[in-house]
């Protein structure tokens, strides 16, 4: 995984608004879950949901430059084996992101 470069005297909010991001799981020990979704169960809703996820996603990346993110939920979504309604929306939210820009 990708680490932020922080300086010693940089403020730390990047870390806070990491962890609280709402598809990012930050266990005390082991590593950082860039995508600990759970699905709904209505694929409609859950692709809402992965829209959403993608909105918070690029807003976080704007505003700490931090684009490794992306790279982050990517290998999550991978190890987590399950291609879903989540998965879908968040990255055809992602493509659209990337077609505006």
């Given at each position: 995984?990708?680490?932020?470069?922080?300086?010693?005297?940089?403020d730390r909010r990047w870390l806070e608004e990491l962890k609280a991001l709402p598809f990012v799981s930050s266990p005390q020990k082991g590593p950082r879950n860039f995508w600990a979704v759970q699905d709904t169960g209505?694929?409609?809703?859950?692709?809402?949901?992965?829209?959403?996820?993608a909105a918070e996603a690029v807003s976080y990346m704007r505003r700490f430059g931090w684009a490794p993110l992306?790279?982050?939920i990517g290998c999550s979504m991978i190890e987590r084996?399950?291609?879903?309604?989540?998965?879908?929306g968040?990255?055809?939210?992602?493509a659209d992101y990337a077609e505006r820009r």
């Open positions: 995984m990708h680490k932020a470069i922080v300086r010693p005297n940089e209505a694929y409609d809703n859950d692709c809402k949901l992965g829209a959403y996820y992306l790279s982050g084996g399950k291609q879903g309604g989540i998965e879908v968040f990255l055809m939210a992602i």
